[in-house]
């Protein structure tokens, strides 16, 4: 029988480490049997890194996957005279790699302190083809994120600067904390983990034009700035109305 609430991760047939990830109930994790989870286990193990530490490079060769567990990880793409484009965030429960692939097509960054729960490629591979559930979760992982950057190219090619500016600080609040349950979230607080730069290149606008979009949304009332870093949203329902 299936293990399909939350109730299961007091389960001792379910590994201590697996346990407490709060993450894998909506992560690829979500679809596997406790022994199935056991036999993973014999293989994953969790890694911390700091900000600023690459977890991908571009056109490295694929050896493991990842499990986001926690923080924000930076997806970019170098052009060759330099310049960098951040091409999407990743947050827990994401699934980092692209499965099957033979090297990397992108860079991945910890935009924040990151926990990740790495799975050797062979291991990963190997269990698809004996789980069907486990390879039709990884398959909705691979249509939300492209649902997710169709969606952001809207928000790119349409939409005003003030509204890109709302529309990316409603992509951090509503995803930072997988633990929260965004329909019971009325305001939060969080660390914003990427820097103005980033913004901009996530964004395309100037470092300048985001400085001022968040000054006039802090007069507004819809946010609340504290240490630069720190934000504060007292209503998630009316930085949404500001998304467009």
Not at 35 to 41: G, T
Not at 127 to 144: A, D, G, I
Not at 164 to 191: C, G, N, Q, R, W
Request: glycine share 6%; charged share 30%; with cysteine.
């Amino acid at each position: 029988m299936k293990m399909s609430s939350r109730k299961d991760i007091h389960n001792s047939d379910i590994p201590i480490l697996c346990q407490s990830c709060e993450a894998r109930h909506k992560g690829i994790c979500g679809a596997l049997e406790p022994q199935q989870l056991v036999e993973l286990a014999r293989h994953t193990r969790q890694v911390r890194h700091k900000p600023g530490e690459e977890l991908i490079g571009d056109t490295e060769e694929v050896k493991s996957y990842a499990n986001v567990i926690s923080g924000v990880v930076k997806l970019t793409k170098m052009l060759a005279d330099g310049r960098q484009q951040v091409i999407g965030l990743q947050f827990a429960p994401d699934f980092l790699g692209r499965p099957f692939a033979e090297e990397s097509r992108l860079s991945a960054e910890a935009a924040s302190g990151v926990n990740l729960c790495k799975i050797p490629r062979s291991a990963l591979e190997s269990m698809v083809k004996t789980s069907p559930e486990l390879e039709h979760r990884l398959l909705m992982q691979t249509l939300k994120e492209l649902d997710l950057a169709r969606d952001w190219m809207v928000t790119l090619g349409r939409k005003t600067a003030s509204e890109k500016v709302a529309s990316f600080l409603y992509l951090i609040a509503t995803h930072i904390d997988p633990t929260k349950d965004i329909e019971e979230m009325d305001s939060i607080k969080f660390d914003l983990p990427l820097t103005r730069v980033d913004i901009a290149d996530f964004l395309g606008l100037t470092v300048e034009t985001i400085s001022r979009q968040l000054t006039k949304m802090r007069k507004d009332g819809v946010i609340e700035i504290e240490n630069n870093r720190t934000f504060f949203v007292p209503s998630l329902e009316r930085l949404e109305d500001r998304c467009g």
